[in-house]
């Protein structure tokens, strides 16, 4: 079992950066790729970025390529998600999910595990 938590969170200017970040409990944190996904309100739940175990692969949706990264700390159990240039259609709850099997996975069925969520606004 993992549970995750996600902080970081909040209200920001369009343009403006914030970081989020995804605490795991447990022993086996290093055992799951790690992702984020976001849902905007009466949208389905999209994906946002991955990273593997190790942290040496990435990837992430066209929509956030080259303004978002995706990290982990192994040692901290702990993958961050730092969000540049931020733009109003970014606007969601903003969720991390752990998946034990696949690599690098962008689908939702393939993770195991989900956050609460945080809300991101993105204001003009």
């Known amino acids: 079992q993992v549970q995750l938590v996600e902080s970081g969170g909040g209200l920001v200017q369009a343009g403006g950066s914030l970081r989020l970040s995804c605490a795991a409990s447990g022993r086996t944190f290093i055992s799951y790729a790690m992702g984020w996904f976001r849902q905007a309100p009466g949208k389905e739940r999209e994906f946002v970025a991955a990273i593997s175990r190790s942290g040496v692969r990435t990837s992430y949706a066209d929509s956030v390529k080259g303004r978002f990264t995706i990290s982990r700390d192994n040692a901290k159990n702990t993958v961050y998600l730092q969000m540049n240039s931020l733009k109003l259609e970014d606007t969601a709850v903003y969720y991390c999910?752990?998946?034990?099997?696949?690599?690098?996975?962008?689908?939702?069925?393939?993770?195991?595990?989900w956050g609460q969520g945080t809300q991101v606004t993105v204001s003009s």
């Open positions: 999910a752990a998946a034990k099997l696949a690599v690098v996975p962008r689908g939702k069925d393939e993770y195991d595990y």
